[in-house]
């Protein structure tokens, strides 16, 4: 288990490249990487705008799996400046709704996982 933690920590760091396209938008300050059930990994940055119409890396990584027709996401991590963060509300929200207990990582060095649904214990649904 700890391998694809490993794998997919590597990947995401690997995408960590902040960028600027325009003077209102920039990408990649946020990477992150899911992997499904048969542990195909896929991955996303944020595309960080002027306005509200960006999105985040999590978003964009679930977007690339759907549209490979995949859905049985089962683990999420995100890192910004190589450091693992936690995914935000609106990604949480997105998780949630595709699957409760999908693991979450939350520390590379130690290895610490939680399940999304106990990051969110009095959810809407």
């Keep these: 288990m700890n391998n694809i933690w490993q794998s997919?920590?590597?990947?995401?760091?690997?995408?960590?490249?902040?960028?600027?396209i325009s003077k209102t938008i920039y990408t990649g300050s946020?990477?992150?990487?899911?992997?499904?059930a048969d542990n195909h990994l896929?991955?996303?940055?944020?595309?960080?705008?002027?306005?509200?119409?960006?999105?985040?890396a999590e978003r964009n990584a679930i977007g690339s799996?759907?549209?490979d027709g995949q859905n049985?996401?089962?683990?999420v991590l995100a890192v910004k400046d190589g450091q693992v963060i936690?995914?935000?509300?609106?990604?949480?929200?997105?998780?949630?709704q595709i699957d409760p207990?999908?693991?979450?990582?939350?520390?590379?060095?130690?290895l610490k996982t939680v399940a999304l649904n106990k990051l969110m214990p009095n959810y809407w649904m």
């Design 86 to 96: 936690m995914p935000c509300g609106v990604c949480r929200e997105l998780m949630m």
């Design 8 to 20: 997919m920590y590597q990947t995401a760091t690997t995408c960590n490249e902040p960028r600027e």
């Design 101 to 110: 207990n999908i693991k979450v990582l939350t520390s590379i060095n130690p």
């Design 42 to 56: 896929y991955t996303g940055i944020s595309i960080d705008t002027a306005c509200s119409i960006g999105f985040c």
């Design 72 to 75: 049985k996401l089962t683990k």
């Design 30 to 36: 946020v990477a992150a990487c899911i992997a499904t």
């Design 65 to 67: 799996m759907l549209t």
